[in-house]
């Protein structure tokens, strides 16, 4: 399995405003998702986007694909407090059946 | 059921000794896995079921870390002669595989571990 690589480590917006996290990985993927975990315990899914897909939306989440560049963004608009999280990408490839997660994006939003 | 439960919630043991953690996953999910997260850090892998048998243990720390999963169903992550190293939330996940492709963890809340 391969490791994405989350970035910025660390981001602090005002409610309201649009926040953006990117990832990068290294080799072939089948599909990318996208992770969310409050206070330290169990994540939780997001988004999954596959290898042939460019953008997916869900909700006020919005994730984009670019394989060329082995890299994906996640985009959440209008940002509210609740959304202060640590979020997680995991790039998946066949057969690989376990995720590996890097130490994520943390975000705080101000209310 | 209807998400992966683990428990305890939490447990607070003495060191040396040995402590179980338990997950129950979504009923028909095949996959299960096992993570740690100290505090602060990323997730650690520690070993993937498929059904009962488990083609990749590769992340078991040492030889005092064991799971085992019965009936395609529960599994219990045993650590013997705790440490304080070992102080960590362990976390359940489980998915269903569909062919040679991944489609996406479902996470247990986690049992919260810690060695005084």
């Known amino acids: 399995s391969q490791q994405g690589e989350e970035d910025p480590q660390a981001l602090s917006i005002q409610e309201g405003e649009n926040a953006t996290m990117n990832c990068s990985y290294k080799?072939?993927?089948?599909?990318l998702q996208w992770y969310r975990q409050n206070s330290g315990r169990g994540l939780v899914h997001l988004i999954l986007i596959r290898s042939n897909e460019r953008e997916k939306h869900s909700g006020r989440l919005r994730v984009t694909l670019d394989t060329s560049k082995k890299s994906s963004s996640l985009l959440i608009t209008a940002s509210r407090a609740a959304d202060t999280a640590s979020y997680f990408c995991?790039?998946?490839?066949?057969?690989?059946?376990?995720?590996?997660f890097g130490k994520g994006t943390k975000l705080s939003v101000i209310p | 059921g209807a998400g992966v439960s683990q428990s305890p919630s939490n447990k607070v043991t003495e060191k040396g000794k040995d402590v179980e953690l338990r997950c129950d996953p979504i009923s028909g999910h095949t996959a299960l896995y096992w993570y740690r997260q100290r505090l602060g850090q990323g997730l650690e892998f520690l070993i993937y079921f498929q059904g009962n048998s488990a083609p990749d243990k590769s992340g078991l720390p040492s030889d005092r870390f064991s799971a085992e999963r019965t009936g395609e169903s529960v599994s219990t992550l045993t650590i013997q002669r705790t440490q304080q190293e070992d102080s960590a939330v362990y976390l359940c996940?489980?998915?269903?595989?569909?062919?040679?492709?991944?489609?996406?963890?479902?996470f247990g809340s986690g049992t919260r571990l810690t060695v005084v």
């Open positions: 996940a489980s998915s269903f595989i569909e062919g040679p492709f991944n489609y996406g963890y479902t």
């Open positions: 080799t072939s993927i089948n599909n």
């Open positions: 995991a790039p998946s490839g066949a057969g690989s059946y376990q995720l590996t």
